[in-house]
Structures are given as structure tokens and as C-alpha cells.
């Protein structure tokens, strides 16, 4: 039975009305299902190139606020156990897909190692029962997804994320190869985080050839 975004969109409303509702949520006007509470909105979003009957199709989730403040839930989650949790379920679909070939492209294979930072994670669907047990799954979920959101709660990780990104732009800020590297150097020195530390350390590899 051939999925389109429709079908995605409507199962997802379905599953998730009740719950949001439940929880104080308004649905946001439109195709796409979405809802919104004290100006902070979740909603989903289908892949845009659509459903194959051999490899089916993705979709995520965004959060908005007014003000302009978005993220896309594989960062939001950089971190939380939930995190780890999609991808494991994401590749639950795939390993049930009919397709007698290796997958083209990278969203179609097994992803085998935990999730633990940030990424611009899609969640995988073939049938109308992979839908459903997502929005299942989101229904239980998407309430504290939101929280997460509203309240800007990170994980240990997260926050290693948002101290990489400051230091980042006060790199680009910075004009000369010199300061570039001095704001690395500080930053790796300091920076606890093993994986946004060897980030940093790259990156001044690459100024250090330039020098």
C-alpha cells in the first residue's frame, strides 16, 4: 500500500490529538501535524522526496517560539536517553524493509552506533503500522519533548554543544589565523567534553596548516 505525506499527516494526528489535548496543547492550523502551548509549538515534517515502496520514507519533528528560537529534535534530544531510543527504533523499520538490495543512500541503513550528540536525526516509516506505532510513541513522548524545548533543558552534552558553538563564533569572529588559534587552544584546554574537544582540536589543526 503506497504512503504518501497525507497518509503520514493524518495517522500522526490521529494518534497524537488525544494526548496533546490532554496536556493542554492546541493544534496548529494547517496539513502538517502540529500543536502549540504558551507560544512554543512541535510539529512534523515529512521527507520531501516522498514514499518508495522498496525503502518507504522518512519524517521529523521541529520545535518553534516565538521570537524566533527552532531546533530539530536530534539536537534537542543531544544527550537524553530518548535520543538513542529513535535511532533504535528507526532502525527497527529498516531491518523490516522489503528491499532484496543494499540500501542507496545512508538514511536506509542500519545505523549501528548509540546516539549521543546532536544530529539531524529522520525517523524511518514503510506501513501504516510503523506510523502508528510512532505515534504511539510520540504521544507518550512529546509533551516532555516540548518541555525540553521551552525550558531550554540540556543534557551534560547539550551543554557542551552550546559551549562549542560560542567558541565557534568567536572564532569567525576573530580576523586573524593567530586569534583563531588562541581561542581554540583556550577552549580545548578548558572544555571537558572529549568529543567537542577533539572537535576543537581539528579545526586547529587546520588553522595551524594555514599559519
Known amino acids: 500500500m ?10 500522526l494526528k490521529a494518534g497524537l490529538a488525544p494526548a496533546m489535548k490532554a496536556e493542554g496543547f492546541a493544534p496548529l492550523k494547517g496539513a502538517t501535524p502540529g500543536w502549540k502551548r504558551r507560544g512554543v509549538a512541535a510539529g512534523f515534517q515529512a521527507d520531501k522526496w516522498g514514499w518508495t515502496e522498496r525503502w518507504g520514507s522518512r ?3 521541529n520545535f518553534d517560539a516565538e521570537g524566533g528560537r527552532s531546533e530539530r529534535i536530534g539536537y534537542l534530544l543531544e544527550g537524553f536517553p530518548e535520543l538513542d531510543e529513535l535511532r533504535v527504533r528507526s532502525n527497527a523499520v529498516i531491518a523490516r524493509l522489503p528491499r532484496g538490495s543494499d540500501p542507496p543512500f545512508e ?6 552506533e548509540k546516539a549521543v550528540y546532536g544530529r ?20 507518550a513522548k512529546l509533551p516532555r519533548f516540548v518541555s525540553l524545548f521551552e525550558n531550554e533543558t540540556r ?19 576573530a580576523r586573524e589565523p593567530r586569534e583563531k588559534a588562541a581561542i ?16 576543537a582540536e581539528r579545526w586547529l589543526g587546520e588553522l595551524r596548516k594555514l599559519a
Do not use: C
Request: hydrophobic share 35%.
Open 184 to 199: 581554540l587552544e583556550a577552549y580545548a584546554r578548558s572544555e571537558s567534553d572529549a568529543h567537542y574537544r577533539a572537535g
Open 155 to 173: 543534557s551534560p552534552e547539550g551543554e557542551a554543544a552550546q559551549r562549542f558553538h560560542r567558541a565557534m563564533a568567536r572564532v569567525q569572529g
Open 107 to 112: 538514511e536506509y541503513k542500519i545505523d549501528p
Open 120 to 139: 539531524d536525526i529522520w525517523l524511518n516509516y514503510h506501513s501504516l503500522d510503523d506510523v502508528r506505532e510512532w505515534a504511539a510513541y510520540f504521544a
Open 59 to 61: 519524517f521529523t519533528v
Open 2 to 11: 503506497k504512503l504518501t505525506s497525507k497518509d503520514l499527516y493524518r495517522e
